[in-house]
């Protein structure tokens, strides 16, 4: 028998952390964040905990833990997360809730998942210890509408509506240990160690393995206490539309992303690869170069192209013939610390398609790979001293009513045990000068470096 879904209004804020709060230490707590109010793109704000169902994949097994059962499976963890949607939703019972999630799928997909996609040697060091996917199955989210000013409970659980409504309408602030960071931030790479993969990258576009490679450097640096204080730091420095808090059991994810890689909404498909970057400037006209720079900078127009053609390709392998489109190109979005050239791709899903078959077939995004997608992956496995674990990879949901909306995890903080790590780069093409793009790392980097600095002991 099937559980019919209610919803509830709630108390609106224009800072939905307010909302997030009492649950951030919760098993699975999940926070969607748009930036609102600092972001001006906000709109949608997602939470929820304590998920009916987990589904956590390391190398070629994927344990799925619910209330009665736990099932280890060495299927396709996609087609894993699919059929958990299916038979949830079959219990689930939605009505057409004009929202864009109404229960379902909330976690992330690491980039190493590809490893089950495509082959790609195993040659850089796994220092992350990291699940490569971790999904649950959520049946029930508040929705905060920063456009309408409102926020509904939707629940599917009548037991546990109650609860859920008292508690969000009396909010406590939770006890936390404070944030701190133990030691000075590390990179893999000196700006000589740097040089030297970048030039053999040159070595690959010049003999045609690729069009372009994406390098990046990770960092790191121990720490200890409450990381749901460094997100809030995050947020604070560098509001973006496609952040997110998960407090997962085995590691604690703090993106402030500016990218969104995948919305399906009914069975219109949009992505939005960034590529071509310049620093913010506190000087109003020489912000107004940087912009103009960018805008007009043969390298970064050509560098963009290169990934809307790979994009083009990968959603037209899932959506109706002739109906994949280009509407914007090279549009300039600005943050905090950096103005982005960004494209907009969009489609039609095929008829018998899912959400998550857009996605495997799209996985991992190419605008953090490189052209062509899976030998770019390759040089990247054979020069980058560390995997990315999820930096690049994917977080978002995906709906029992079938919209999706995921993000490229970049400008993303990942905590386990006592390290925090975050990684930061760009695509490398044959007029990339060396010196820039080493720059380039440490100015998108700029955020998550003075996040750290503020709760350095």
């Not at 060396?434 to 998550?448: C, G, I, N």
């Amino acid at each position: 028998m099937s559980s019919r879904a209610v919803l509830h209004s709630l108390p609106y804020f224009s800072d939905s952390a307010a909302l997030f709060a009492p649950f951030a230490d919760e098993a699975w707590a999940v926070f969607l964040d748009s930036g609102y109010p600092r972001s001006a793109q906000g709109h949608y704000d997602i939470i929820s905990a304590n998920p009916v169902c987990t589904l956590v994949t390391h190398g070629d097994t994927t344990t799925i833990t619910s209330t009665n059962e736990v099932i280890i499976s060495t299927e396709n963890p996609f087609e894993l997360v699919k059929s958990e949607l299916t038979r949830y939703g079959e219990l689930f019972e939605s009505p057409d809730f004009d929202l864009p999630f109404n229960g379902g799928a909330i976690g992330y997909f690491a980039y190493d998942l590809a490893r089950r996609l495509e082959f790609v040697p195993q040659i850089a060091q796994d220092a992350e210890y990291v699940a490569d996917m971790a999904i649950g199955i959520y049946n029930w989210a508040v929705i905060v509408d920063h456009k309408t000013k409102q926020s509904y409970l939707i629940c599917y659980d009548n037991t546990q509506t109650t609860d859920l409504i008292a508690r969000f309408n009396v909010l406590s602030a939770i006890k936390s240990t404070s944030f701190v960071v133990t030691s000075d931030v590390q990179a893999n790479y000196s700006s000589d160690g740097y040089s030297r993969v970048f030039q053999k990258i040159k070595h690959y576009l010049k003999e045609g393995d690729c069009y372009q490679v994406n390098l990046t450097q990770r960092f790191s640096a121990k720490c200890e206490g409450d990381t749901w204080q460094a997100y809030q730091a995050l947020r604070e420095i560098n509001a973006a539309p496609f952040s997110a808090y998960l407090n997962f059991p085995d590691v604690k994810i703090l993106s402030s992303s500016p990218e969104r890689f995948l919305k399906l909404t009914g069975r219109h498909v949009e992505t939005k690869p960034i590529k071509g970057t310049r620093p913010r400037k506190s000087e109003h006209i020489e912000n107004d170069a940087q912009i103009a720079n960018l805008l007009n900078s043969p390298k970064d127009r050509a560098e963009n192209v290169m990934i809307v053609d790979l994009l083009r390709n990968d959603i037209s392998k899932v959506c109706k013939n002739g109906s994949v489109q280009v509407p914007k190109l090279f549009e300039i979005e600005s943050y905090s610390t950096v103005h982005h050239l960004v494209s907009t791709v969009t489609g039609e899903l095929a008829d018998n398609q899912h959400a998550l078959d857009l996605l495997q077939h799209c996985f991992p995004g190419g605008s953090i790979t490189g052209a062509p997608k899976i030998r770019a992956m390759e040089i990247i496995e054979e020069l980058e001293p560390h995997r990315r674990g999820i930096y690049c990879g994917s977080i978002g949901y995906i709906g029992f009513n079938g919209n999706m909306d995921t993000n490229i995890a970049i400008r993303t903080l990942v905590q386990s045990d006592d390290t925090i790590r975050f990684w930061a780069g760009g695509g490398i093409v044959n007029d990339s000068v060396v010196e820039e793009e080493y720059q380039e790392s440490f100015d998108k980097a700029a955020a998550m470096f003075q996040v750290l600095k503020r709760f350095q002991t």
